[in-house]
């Protein structure tokens, strides 16, 4: 199903896998397999519309009958949202303090964007 270098990543083969060229759905569905198996993910997205894009399909795929008023820690994935370096406001720093959180003491496996 998947090409040689992912498998052998699978098989602990090899300690990360960097992927290019796919789209965001093919790497969700590989970040739920890999969640599945028991692996903590972070997926890295160049920029607001493929965070959007990435969070809408994850919450599909992680989430799956999860409370949507669940604390941060306790949902299917992590979003840390980027920083502002021009302009950064207190206000939002509430989520990106809230992911650190989550990260820090979450209780279950889990991937972060």
Known sequence: MYPTELTEFLRGKTDSLRIFKSGPGTRA???RDLVDRGQNVVMVVPGGRELKE?????SMLLDIGGDPHAPVWEKGFTVLPPY???HPRPEEWADRWAALYSLMYGKRLSACL
């Open 29 to 31: 569905l590989l970040a």
């Open 54 to 58: 990435s969070q809408a399909i994850l």
């Open 84 to 86: 502002p370096a021009r």
